[in-house]
């Protein structure tokens, strides 16, 4: 089953970090334990995670930008929690593939820009060709981050991601609103209209056995 999912995407300010804190923030609001290992010298992610919020559920946070020593931190912590989130800064360093051969998912984020569409094509090309060298399938899917509802722009940068062979489209869409950025910006867990977009891409991941079912836990006696 999943437990270690990682944003890679050749094209910088795509929505990684952004996906990473809203999935953090879902799971770990169903009481899952959830650490984010964040590989990009920018800390996005680790700096969200750093900040002590009460009600956000159990987040934990490590920095490695250390390609010889990712793999085994991966394999290590893949044990003592229930979802692994791994941030990148894209895949134009040798840790982006290490990182990807521990992964259960690769997520690929993708905005509306020619350079994103461009960024997730051939992010899907290196994981296949990866995969491939590996011996080992990876699984990977494009999430549509920062869509504005409504638009053709929708429909014409679907139909040009879906023309490419390999790569697959999740429904659920990271919908443009500013409760993203207010999330980032404060430490809090997303709320509001980020949180149900995230909610129905949780949801669709489940549905489509991406990731594991929720685990129920048993109150302490
Ligand atoms: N669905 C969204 N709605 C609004 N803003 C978004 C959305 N997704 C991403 N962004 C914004 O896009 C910018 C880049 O996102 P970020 O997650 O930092 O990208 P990366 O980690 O790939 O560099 C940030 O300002 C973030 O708030
Ligand atoms: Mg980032």
């Known amino acids: 089953m999943t437990r270690t999912i990682s944003?890679?995407?050749?094209?910088?300010?795509?929505?990684?970090?952004?996906?990473?804190?809203?999935?953090?923030?879902?799971?770990?609001?169903?009481?899952?334990?959830?650490?984010?290992?964040?590989?990009?010298?920018?800390?996005?992610s680790s700096l969200?995670?750093?900040?002590?919020?009460?009600?956000?559920?159990s987040i934990d946070y490590l920095r490695e930008t250390n390609d010889n020593a990712i793999t085994n931190l991966l394999q290590e912590v893949?044990?003592?929690?229930?979802?692994?989130?791994?941030?990148?800064?894209?895949?134009?360093?040798r840790i982006?593939?290490?990182?990807?051969?521990?992964?259960?998912?690769?997520?690929?984020?993708c905005t509306t820009t020619i350079s994103d569409i461009a960024g997730?094509?051939?992010?899907?090309?290196?994981?296949?060709?990866?995969?491939?060298?590996?011996?080992?399938?990876?699984?990977?899917?494009?999430?549509?981050?920062d869509f504005d509802r409504g638009t053709r722009n929708v429909e014409?940068?679907?139909?040009?991601?879906?023309?490419?062979?390999?790569?697959?489209?999740?429904d659920a869409v990271l919908w443009h609103t500013t409760t993203f950025k207010t999330a980032m910006n404060t430490g809090e867990p997303i709320k509001a209209r980020a949180k149900i977009y995230t909610q129905e891409l949780v949801r669709e991941l489940r549905a489509k056995d991406l990731i594991?079912?929720?685990i129920i836990r048993k109150a302490a006696a």
């Not at 952004?18 to 800390?43: F, K, Q, W, Y």
């Not at 969200?48 to 559920?57: D, K, L, N, V």
């Not at 982006?96 to 984020?109: K, N, T």
Request: proline fraction near 5%; charged fraction near 20%.
């Open 48 to 57: 969200w995670a750093q900040q002590e919020i009460s009600g956000r559920g």
């Open 156 to 170: 014409d940068i679907t139909n040009e991601l879906s023309n490419e062979p390999d790569l697959q489209v999740l």
């Open 7 to 44: 944003v890679i995407q050749k094209k910088g300010g795509c929505g990684k970090s952004t996906l990473i804190i809203s999935l953090a923030s879902i799971l770990a609001g169903e009481g899952h334990n959830v650490i984010i290992p964040d590989t990009d010298t920018l800390h996005s």
């Open 78 to 93: 893949r044990s003592t929690y229930d979802y692994t989130l791994v941030d990148t800064a894209g895949f134009n360093s």
């Open 212 to 214: 594991p079912p929720a």
């Open 96 to 109: 982006a593939g290490f990182i990807a051969v521990e992964s259960d998912l690769v997520l690929i984020p």
């Open 120 to 145: 997730a094509i051939d992010t899907q090309r290196f994981l296949s060709k990866l995969s491939d060298k590996i011996g080992k399938p990876i699984k990977s899917t494009v999430v549509r981050m």
